[in-house]
């Protein structure tokens, strides 16, 4: 099992930059692909990033990439999501995903696949 934690959410005007981190527990995490999925008023939670266990494989959605970055360490356990440029558009609750069954060479998007959740973390952008 895997618990997640997310934080470094906040206010931030748009063209600034967060950065958002995940700390894990549990002896799965460094097996696990993670992932940061979104939730906007109104909306239903969305793929942002995804990484895979070792940390050479990325995925990021068309909205964000070249703005967003995840990366991992599994030795501290944690996976992180730098946003840089960001958009009133990325206005949202940002949560944590663990897929402790991912399949190689590949990164799931879609939130079934993913078994362990955080809570979130509110990321606001202002115009």
């Known amino acids: 099992q895997v618990q997640l934690e997310e934080s470094g959410g906040g206010l931030v005007q748009a063209g600034g930059s967060l950065r958002l981190s995940c700390a894990a527990s549990?002896?799965?995490?460094?097996?696990?692909?993670m992932a940061w999925f979104r939730k906007a008023p109104g909306k239903e939670r969305e793929f942002v990033a995804g990484?895979?266990?070792?940390?050479?494989?990325?995925s990021y959605a068309d909205s964000v990439k070249g703005r967003f970055t995840i990366s991992r360490d599994n030795a501290k356990s944690t996976v992180y999501l730098q946003m840089d440029s960001l958009k009133p558009e990325d206005t949202a609750d940002y949560y944590c995903?663990?897929?402790?069954?991912?399949?190689?060479?590949?990164?799931?998007?879609?939130?079934?696949?993913?078994?362990?959740w955080g809570q979130g973390t509110q990321v606001t952008v202002s115009s």
């Open positions: 995903a663990a897929n402790p069954t991912p399949v190689r060479h590949h990164i799931a998007t879609v939130r079934e696949r993913y078994r362990y």
């Open positions: 549990g002896r799965t995490f460094s097996s696990s692909a």
């Open positions: 990484v895979n266990y070792i940390g050479g494989m990325t």
